[in-house]
T-cell receptor, first 115, second 114 residues
Framework: AQSVTQLGSHVSVSEGALVLLRCNYS??????LFWYVQYPNQGLQLLLK??????LVKGINGFEAEFKKSETSFHLTKPSAHMSDAAEYFC?????????????FGKGTKLSVKP | DGGITQSPKYLFRKEGQNVTLSCEQN?????MYWYRQDPGQGLRLIYY???????QKGDIAEGYSVSREKKESFPLTVTSAQKNPTAFYLC?????????????FGPGTRLLVL
C-alpha cells in the first residue's frame, strides 16, 4: 500500500529565506507524486506534479520539487520565501495499484513566513 | 469560467439530522471525489465515482452516502450514523482516472454540529 510522510507539521522561515518542505513516500509501483497548496478556508490548488521524465519538476509561484527514487523523496523547495507563501502544503501519491488514481495525502505542513 | 462549486460554505447539523453537501463541476470531468479534512490529519477519501450511476467507497465511507445521477453533480449526504461529522469537506474532480491525472478541488464546505 502506498503512503506519504511529511516531516514537520509546522515550518517557519524568514521572508527571502529558502523554503524546504519534506515529503517521503512509500510505493510498490512507480509513483506519481503531487504537491498541493491550501490557503485558509479554501480548497487545494496544484503546485506541481511528477509523472515520468525529468525528475526536477517546476511548478507555479517559483516552487520546484525533485523526485529521488533512491531516497523515496519528493521535497518541495523555493529559493526565496514571500509572505504570500504562508499556507498549508500537502504532498500526495497516486494510488495506481488499481485503476482509480485515487490520491493518498500526507498530513500537511503549515508554512509560516516571518517578515 | 470552468470549475467546481460547493455549497453551502458553512452548514450546521442538529443531532439525528441528515444533511446534504452539494458539489457541481462544469469541467466535463468523468471522475469525482469527496474528501474529509480534519486538522493535522490531511485529507481522507470518503467516496469516489468514475462514471454516472456508479461509485465506490473510500477509506472512511461509514456514515456517509452519495449519488451520481448526472456527470456534473456528486452530492454527499452526512447521515445521523456519522457520530463525528464536524470537519471541512472537499470535493474534487479529474478526467477519467489515470493515476497521473490532476484532481481539481472545490472551495470546500465546513460542517458544524449544533
Amino acid at each position: 500500500a502506498q503512503s506519504v510522510t511529511q516531516l514537520g507539521s509546522h515550518v517557519s522561515v524568514s521572508e527571502g529565506a529558502l523554503v524546504l518542505l519534506r515529503c517521503n513516500y512509500s510505493s510498490s509501483v512507480p509513483p506519481y507524486l503531487f504537491w498541493y497548496v491550501q490557503y485558509p478556508n479554501q480548497g487545494l490548488q496544484l503546485l506541481l506534479k511528477y509523472t515520468t521524465g525529468a525528475t526536477l519538476v517546476k511548478g507555479i509561484n517559483g516552487f520546484e520539487a525533485e523526485f529521488k527514487k533512491s531516497e523515496t523523496s519528493f521535497h518541495l523547495t523555493k529559493p526565496s520565501a514571500h509572505m504570500s507563501d504562508a499556507a498549508e502544503y500537502f504532498c500526495a501519491v497516486s494510488d495506481n495499484g488499481g485503476s482509480q488514481g485515487n490520491l493518498i495525502f500526507g498530513k500537511g505542513t503549515k508554512l509560516s513566513v516571518k517578515p | 469560467d470552468g470549475g467546481i462549486t460547493q455549497s453551502p460554505k458553512y452548514l450546521f447539523r442538529k443531532e439525528g439530522q441528515n444533511v446534504t453537501l452539494s458539489c457541481e463541476q462544469n469541467l466535463n470531468h468523468d471522475a469525482m471525489y469527496w474528501y474529509r479534512q480534519d486538522p493535522g490529519q490531511g485529507l481522507r477519501l470518503i467516496y469516489y465515482s468514475q462514471i454516472v450511476n456508479d461509485f465506490q467507497k473510500g477509506d472512511i465511507a461509514e456514515g456517509y452516502s452519495v449519488s451520481r445521477e448526472k456527470k456534473e453533480s456528486f452530492p454527499l449526504t452526512v447521515t445521523s450514523a456519522q457520530k463525528n461529522p464536524t470537519a471541512f469537506y472537499l470535493c474534487a474532480s479529474s478526467t477519467l482516472s489515470g493515476a497521473q491525472e490532476t484532481q481539481y478541488f472545490g472551495p470546500g464546505t465546513r460542517l458544524l454540529v449544533l
